[in-house]
Nanobody, 116 residues
């Protein structure tokens, strides 16, 4: 079993920055990919960024150049630095961990609200 604890959401003005953190604990023996998803009001959940243990990274087009995902393997923590935030970035952001390519775990979500 794996537990994910997110932090760092909040309210920010357009153009501002926030940094999300997600700390994983539990059974972390399998190789795991960590990712950030978001669900905006009235929309489906979408992948924002993904990072492998070796540091391979994927970003959805909307956030490239503005968001940076990173991970500290020693701390089992993944981060999402969000700069130049836009009102359309408003969403609940979820941390996800995929263990061994099979098991998926989700955090409880953290609200990010960007005011115009």
């Amino acid at each position: 079993q794996v537990h994910l604890a997110e932090s760092g959401g909040g309210l920010v003005q357009a153009g501002g920055s926030l940094r999300l953190s997600c700390a994983a604990s539990g059974d972390l023996n399998r190789i795991n990919v960590m990712a950030w998803y978001r669900r905006a009001p009235g929309k489906q959940r979408e992948l924002v960024a993904r990072i492998t243990p070796g540091g391979n990274i994927y970003y959805v087009a909307d956030v490239r150049g503005r968001f940076t995902v990173s991970r500290d393997n020693a701390k089992n923590t993944v981060y999402l630095q969000m700069n130049s935030l836009k009102p359309e970035d408003t969403a609940v952001y979820y941390c996800q961990l995929t263990a061994g390519g099979i098991y998926e775990y989700w955090g409880q979500g953290t609200q990010v609200t960007v005011s115009s």
